[in-house]
């Protein structure tokens, strides 16, 4: 298995509600990335996890919490989300957490909050 | 930190033509250079990288040059054909650092028939 997979592909949120975003992939790597991407944005650095323990918190608001549950899974939980936090939310992978590898990306959950 | 800038914003070139984008980079500390190809609607894919101990790399119809001095490496498309078609995103990263990827702002390229 050669793929980055993410659910939902699209969510609608209301501000007050929770909600989760999934990311799962089996090769093997032990980096995973959260970004968000704005329409003609290039992707926006959010969370790196490096064995499974958070390496890089890029100042994201609290109202996004991420979760490494193993080596194969990464979760994105939201709560509170405003308008503009709608986007598409892309997980990424690579081989370690050391940087210079291939960032292998999944294809995005488009969430747009109202 | 680093900063990758990329230019131009948007290319049209006619379909068999080449096609060319460049990015210029301010930390001499990087030394992994990513390109990014992404559909509309689809997710970035890796089309080619380049380490600062090459000067050029090729893969068919791609090829990145960097010029670590100047800081500046470019996108070399031969042959331009519809599916081309895409923004193209550079980016940079420090090997043995961390795992972030700086991003350019991308390059929007419409292949004219």
């Known amino acids: 298995d050669t793929e980055v997979t993410q659910t939902p592909k699209h969510l609608v949120m209301g501000m007050t509600n929770k909600k989760s975003l999934k990311c799962e992939q089996h090769m093997g790597h032990r980096a995973m990335y959260w970004y968000k991407q704005k329409a003609k944005k290039p992707p926006e650095l959010m969370f790196v996890?490096?064995?499974?323990?958070?390496?890089i918190n890029e100042s994201v608001p609290s109202r996004f919490s991420p979760e490494c549950p193993n080596s194969s899974l990464l979760n994105l939980h939201l709560h509170a989300l405003q308008p503009e936090d709608s986007a598409l939310y892309l997980c990424?992978?690579?081989?370690?957490?050391?940087?210079?590898?291939?960032?292998?990306f999944g294809p995005g959950t488009r969430l747009t909050v109202l | 930190g680093e900063n990758v800038e990329q230019h131009p914003s948007t290319l049209s070139v006619q379909e068999g033509d080449s096609a060319v984008i460049k990015c210029t980079y301010s930390?001499?500390?990087?030394?992994?250079f990513p390109w990014y190809k992404q559909e509309l609607g689809k997710r970035p894919q890796l089309i080619i990288d380049?380490?600062?101990?090459?000067g050029e790399k090729k893969d068919q119809r791609i090829a990145v040059t960097l010029n670590k001095t100047a800081k500046h490496f470019s996108l070399h498309i031969t042959e331009t054909q519809p599916e081309d078609s895409a923004v193209y995103f550079c980016?940079?990263?420090?090997?043995?650092?961390?795992?972030?990827?700086?991003f350019g702002k991308g390059t929007r390229l419409h292949i004219l028939p």
């Open positions: 930390d001499s500390a990087s030394n992994y």
């Open positions: 380049i380490r600062s101990n090459v």
């Open positions: 996890y490096s064995y499974e323990k958070l390496s």
């Open positions: 990424a992978s690579s081989h370690t957490g050391t940087g210079g590898n291939e960032q292998f």
């Open positions: 980016a940079a990263s420090t090997m043995g650092r961390d795992d972030k990827i700086i």
